[in-house]
């Protein structure tokens, strides 16, 4: 189920962008593709409209009276580099000035920084206890980090029981990414007693707020009947679902559905146009992996159907979503 995590989804802000990244970090926390994804963290974020030159003066005005929001504010204008820029250690500074005054949003931002290095050392227990402070106030993204760090032993002891609490703590509160990784514990039986059927329902609820992995491992398990009925239609479905945002492995299973007619009419074109683009949208032995499946999916098909396939799939192409394996 981890695995699927390795797909650093490149998605921009049609929501909370920024919280959305801590999901698509967790895993990278020990290896080197830490500070690209932060950096893409913030780019998620740059596209988002750039105040106005009035508007910016009067926020920096507020801020240096002291107001927790307006010093947050600023922080987060900087940490995206929208109308000033780009500056993560000006950034970290003024989350420091409205953390140190309680306020939760700051103090979670600040502790992302010190969580990925962003603007500061990385310090996996400063983080904790900037996250803590946070979560203390029923923050529920602070609480959502704290539980990751308590999954995964960083800056506190590995303690998956309270990981699971800190998740769900957060996803009571509808955080979708607690959400989903409170279905993860269900499913695989960890901080928690395994419960596929509760799996699925913390699934369906991080799905229905649009988390391509929750659709997908939701998808997966309609397809396999575990903790719900057996469903291709509905598990093809939810693989479109994901597909539609640009999760490489939902296209990968969506295509698989189409070409063996699993939930819906057998369609090779379709097969293939979702095929290429999960090889489009992977890369390494994912992308090995999604090439030979289109191959053999081209020496069933004559070269009209491929043709329109690479049409359609060039048309998804030219929509400018990325991913990465």
């Known amino acids: ?5 390795l797909e650093l989804q490149m998605l921009y802000c049609s929501r909370k962008a920024y919280p959305y990244w801590i999901l698509m970090l967790q895993t990278a926390r020990q290896s080197l593709l830490k500070s690209l994804i932060l950096a893409l963290a913030c780019l998620a974020c740059a596209g988002a409209q750039a105040p106005a030159p009035e508007a910016l003066a009067a926020l920096r005005q507020r801020a240096a009276k002291g107001y927790a929001e307006a010093q947050t504010s600023l922080g987060n204008l900087y940490r995206n580099g929208q109308g000033v820029r780009q500056d993560l250690a000006e950034a970290a500074r003024w ?30 227990q400063e983080a904790a ?16 980090n704290l539980g990751s760090l308590y999954d995964l032993g960083q800056g506190l002891p590995t303690d998956h029981a309270e990981a699971a609490r800190w998740y769900r703590r957060a996803a009571d509160q509808g955080e979708p990414d607690a959400e989903f990784d409170l279905g993860v514990m269900y499913e695989e039986g960890q901080g928690v007693a395994k419960d ?3 799996a699925a329902r913390w699934y369906r609820k991080a799905a229905e707020q649009q988390i391509p992995i929750a659709q997908l491992s939701l998808g997966r398990m309609f397809a396999d009947g575990r903790g719900v009925t057996r469903d291709p239609a509905e598990a093809a479905r939810w693989y479109r679902e994901a597909a539609d945002l640009g999760l490489a492995s939902a296209q990968f299973e969506l295509s698989v559905a189409y070409s063996g007619g699993l939930g819906l009419p057998q ?6 146009e979702w095929m290429d683009l999960a090889v489009f949208r992977s890369l390494g032995l994912a992308r090995e992996k999604y090439a030979a499946a289109r191959d053999a999916l081209a020496a069933r098909m004559t070269p009209e159907q491929i043709a329109e396939a690479r049409r359609r799939a060039d048309t998804w192409k030219a929509r400018g979503s990325y991913s990465i394996h």
């Open 1 to 5: 189920m981890y695995s699927d995590y």
């Open 95 to 124: 989350y420091r000035k409205a953390a140190d005054q309680g306020y939760a949003e700051a103090e979670n931002a600040l502790g992302f920084l010190y969580d990925y290095g962003g603007g500061l050392p990385i310090d996996h």
């Open 129 to 144: 206890r900037w996250y803590r402070k946070a979560a203390d106030q029923g923050y529920a993204e602070a609480q959502f």
């Open 196 to 198: 596929v059927a509760e």
């Open 267 to 272: 369609d090779l074109t379709s097969a293939y």
